[in-house]
């Protein structure tokens, strides 16, 4: 296994066996999909961050953006940094850079 997969793995442990997930496990999470290129399974974890109600983190979305823009996938960069400023997260260079990037590239 690649050290995303394992990140991922240990993350779905932490979710099977109950332990208290906060903004941060899940943003770490995500960094780790976005790291292995895996941006279908970041979007994943943020949904299930989302359906949990956590209080989204401009680090946690940021992620997604960065996976997003990394796999060409623009639209749902823009959508989730919409999703940003709707939910009233603070907006920040990460999150905006990565999805201007992931509109250049298309």
Do not use: H, P
């Amino acid at each position: 296994l690649g050290k995303w997969e394992k990140a991922l793995q240990l993350f779905r442990i932490m979710v099977q066996t109950k332990v208290e997930l906060n903004r941060l496990t899940f943003g770490a999470a995500i960094a780790a999909c976005d790291a292995g290129g895996e941006w279908e399974k970041a979007l994943q974890v943020f949904s299930m961050m989302v359906q949990m109600k956590l209080e989204l983190g401009a680090s946690a979305v940021s992620n997604a953006i960065i996976a997003c823009g990394i796999n060409s996938q623009w639209e749902r960069a823009l959508q989730l940094l919409f999703a940003m400023v709707s939910s009233k997260v603070e907006l920040n260079t990460t999150g905006c850079s990565a999805a201007i990037s992931a509109c250049e590239k298309g």
